[in-house]
Structures are given as structure tokens and as C-alpha cells.
């Protein structure tokens, strides 16, 4: 069975993380080269304008796979040294892949998503919770820490103290409770998740393909960047703006009070 599949629903992707006889745990050999490949072509591919990122079956995802951790196999196998190689090689490739997407990212999350699982939602630039959706930074029960960025991320999603209580406890918080915390933006019921995903996913898709990718940039870019260095940033990605099609087509649209047709240029 293929880890990943892609279904496109016009200008927005649709990236489904498909193992849902293991609530979709990652640890096999060749989930990083597939989710890796998937993002690069939805990079690549400058009719996409949006992605949803979500799991098949009663979760999003269990983060890694406990049995392969357990028998120290697939990529949890091997010394020290290997080890650190493998988690480089395999879950960095999957949370800098997914944290790398040029188009605006919503994770849509059924079920669990609980330690990578969790890391690799926040990797995303929005994300919706079923009602079911449980939420948390697990690494220390198992003896772990979070070896995929989460310590770097968390704090920037939730804040530093909200970041530290979900690590240090290793509490899974529920959907409301994530709302709460901002983990995630909205709750819906379980069986419009994906539908107001795409609800949302359209509306983004709907602005200048270009435009949104640099105004990703910018967002992402301003987590780390200096005041002075976004704002020269900023004043060139305008102007690139300045010269695009889709610039002119949004002016002469508002003035003539129609809806716009974007195209990319």
C-alpha cells in the first residue's frame, strides 16, 4: 500500500497519509522519500494553490511506529551514530518536506495526532480539528524527547508555557482544549472535516497563486528574521508583486466590483 496519496480537487491537493491499520505511524523505510516526493511535486506543480494534509481512517497520525521502536527495526534500527543519521535521513526529511511546502498548508485532523503526528500538523499553516482529534507531545513517556523539531516548533505555535506543560506532562489534550491553546483555529464534527478543509482550501486557492507563495515566505521568514530584514523582504517580494498579471486583474476587478480570475502570471 502506498504511505501517501495525492488527490487534486482543482487548484488544492489533497496529501493523505494512508496506514490506517497502524493510525498511520511512520518508522517503515521509504516514508521520508515518499512524503519528500510528494511535496516536491506539489512545489514543482504551479497549478496548486493550496494543500490539505490529513490522515486515512480514525487518525491523523500516532507519530512513530512503537512496534518498529520496540524490535528496533526499519528506521529506528542500528548504533547511536546510525541512529542519529537515520532520524536526519527519514524524520527530519518528513517535518522539513512537509514544513517546506510553498503553498499554503491546512492540516485537517481527524483522530490522534500525537507526538510526530502532532509535530507534523503544526508544520502546516492552519489547522481544523475534528471533535475526536486528541493532541500531544508524548516523547517522554517513552523515554524520548522530541527528536523532529518539536522544540523548536511547539513554542512558536503555542507559546512557551503551554509548549513546555504539553511536553513535560506528556498530556493529550482534546480538540476543544487545542482551540483553546491555538493549536488549532476551529472544531467542526467529525463528518465535515474534510469538506470544510476544502471549503477553506478553495477560498485560499482562489488568490493569486504567486502572490500566495510569497506572502507564505514572508510569514515564515518573519518567525526568525529581524524587524529591518523582513521589511526589506517585504519591500521585494512587493515589487515582484507590482509586476504580475494577477496584480492588474485584482485592481481592475475591485474597480469594476466583478470576482477576479487569477492565472499565475
Known sequence: MTFVTIERHGHVAVLTLNRPESRNALGAIGDADE????CAAINADRDIRCVILTGAGRAFSAGGDLKAMQAQQGIFSGTGVELRES??????????AIYGLEVPSIAAVNGAAIGLGCDIA?????????????FGATFLKLGLLPGDGGAWLLPRTIGMSRAAELLFSGDVIDATTAADWGLVSRVVPDAELLD????????VAANPPQALRLTKTLLKQGQTASYDTLMEM???????????ADHIEGVTALLEKRTPAFTGR
Do not use: G, W
Open 35 to 38: 512524503i519528500a516526493a510528494a
Open 87 to 96: 532520524y536526519r535521513n527519514n524524520i527530519h526529511r518528513v517535518v522539513r
Open 122 to 134: 503544526c508544520m502546516t499553516d492552519i489547522r481544523i480539528a475534528a471533535e475526536s482529534a486528541r
Open 196 to 203: 470544510e478543509a476544502l471549503k477553506l482550501a478553495e477560498k
Open 234 to 244: 517585504s519591500a521585494a517580494a512587493q515589487a515582484l508583486a507590482h509586476h504580475t
